[in-house]
């Protein structure tokens, strides 16, 4: 089975040159191990921890839409390919580590495990930095390598069902939205490391000593050391705050103001947090960001979440299972039940409200609108003359 489309003779024999660099091209960065531009991590691991494990808003908004993603109501014609997607392996839920793959790295590779007899037993989402492809001669996919540390494995191309997004500059691999949010991520990051020095210090600004020597001599080397040991042991730290001040004779301490771009900084931080939420498709209502709380703007973005997020990647990699799944299921249906996801409710009660209003369809039509089966009309029985006299000799005999 040729999963990555159709190779004709002619025309299509070779494949356009590569053009895509390492790895860590997709993310925006010069590659998955050469430099970078300032102060954001180099490789995807890097990222993840810096950019995704210490950040708490990109880490419940991927949460948020794959946990949604693992949740959504499941529609299939074969019940053991839903107990094979629906099943845990290896501690991992199959579409919420899917979903987060794909949001994060933009790839996804699940590997088809299957026992000596060909029957498969199990689907299992590898780590996509330690995937890549294998092409052949003419540029086209061939295989998957797996290198985990020094040990590198191939796995044949219809062993593994690959999932990306679409990436304008790269053929072989998606692009995720980590790359996209990493400089919010940075700033956000930066401003909660400001925020948490402030706070070690006496949660408030600096100042500064003044020392007016007058006609004393200047401080020498050893009291300015002891003078500024002494300041942060008794009066630096959220617990000294507050704390008074003694001075000796010829220093004045001098406060220091927040300046307005010092004040801005907390703006800055809230407008970063609302970038990175929209990054992942997440109304920044749904993370408690500030803004409109409303419970009806509330209720909007949460059906918004599932809409434009949740249900369209839960499609995708519903789609790519069945594909990769034909093999062992011929004919196989899988799909999204939208009438059992609650956020949809209120969408779903509209139709049919809609639907029922019009009186110039039937009930046959009415139901294949709102996409339900058709009920079989009972059969019309034919009632002789004499069985519909019956009952009236029956009366005439009573009487």
Known sequence: MKLFGWKSAGRGRLRPVRSHGPLASAFGL???????????????????????????????????????????????????AL?????????????????THILLHGNAYIELLSADDDDLRELYALRPERVRVETDLAGWPAGFIYQAGSVANRIASDRVIHIRTIHPLDDYYGLGCLGAASGSVAIHNAAQKWNKALLDNAARPSGALVYEAGDANPLTGEQFTRLK?????????????????LLEGGLRWQALSLSPADMDFVGLKASAAREIALSFGVPPMLLGLPGDAAYANYREANRALWRQA??????????ALVQGLQPWFGGLSLGVDLDRIGALSEDRERLWAQVTAADFLSDAEKRSLLGLQPVPEPASETISPAERAAPAEEIANEQ
């Not at 590659?31 to 300032?38: C, D, E, F, S, T």
């Not at 040991?229 to 001040?245: I, V, W």
């Not at 949740?310 to 789609?319: S, W, Y």
């Open 30 to 80: 010069s590659g998955l191990r050469g430099g970078v531009q300032g102060e954001w991590p180099r490789s995807y691991e890097d990222q993840i921890r810096k950019l995704y494990l210490e950040n708490p808003v990109a880490q419940r908004a991927v949460r948020l839409v794959a946990e949604g993603v693992a949740t959504t109501p499941l529609l299939a014609s074969d019940d053991r």
């Open 83 to 99: 107990a094979l997607i629906r099943a845990t392996s290896g501690g991992q839920s199959l579409l919420e580590t899917a979903a």
């Open 229 to 245: 040991s002494e300041l942060d042991a008794g009066f630096a730290g959220a617990t000294n705050a507050g704390r008074p001040m």
């Open 310 to 319: 949740i249900v369209p990647l839960a499609g995708k990699i519903i789609d």
